[in-house]
Nanobody, 113 residues
Framework: VQLQASGGGLVQAGGSLRLSCAGS????????MAWYRQAPGKQREFVAL???????NYAESVKGRFTVSRDNAKNTLYLQMNSLKPDDTAVYYC????????WGQGTQVTVSS
């Protein structure tokens, strides 16, 4: 499976964005999928997890603001991001957990203050 993230952009603090991660084929059998992000000068970090059983988990920094979901019929993982902060500025990627697929280019999210 190849994954392609999209939906990033420039938004003001307090705004919202929805990211999509489209799989080249079915993602239904992938037990754990996640969003990660990498800010300039920092290591890539975990953001949110989706299990194929409907479970979710979030990094503390995004709890209550971000929501991860998946649509197996569309082979797509989503990340709804609300109440965005400048600290959320990063390139966002999707991958399995543990990460076993190509990272791809990700999608840039820039939050202005």
């Amino acid at each position: 499976v190849q994954l392609q993230a999209s939906g990033g952009g420039l938004v003001q603090a307090g705004g919202s964005l929805r990211l999509s991660c489209a799989g080249s084929r079915s993602i239904a059998s992938i037990a754990f999928m996640a969003w990660y992000r990498q800010a300039p000068g920092k290591q890539r970090e975990f953001v949110a997890l989706s299990t194929n059983g409907g479970g979710t988990n979030y990094a503390e920094s995004v709890k209550g603001r971000f929501t991860v979901s998946r649509d197996n019929a569309k082979n797509t993982l989503y990340l709804q991001m609300n109440s965005l902060k400048p600290d959320d500025t990063a390139v966002y990627y999707c991958n399995t957990v543990p990460a076993s697929l190509s990272w791809g280019q990700g999608t840039q999210v820039t939050v202005s203050s």
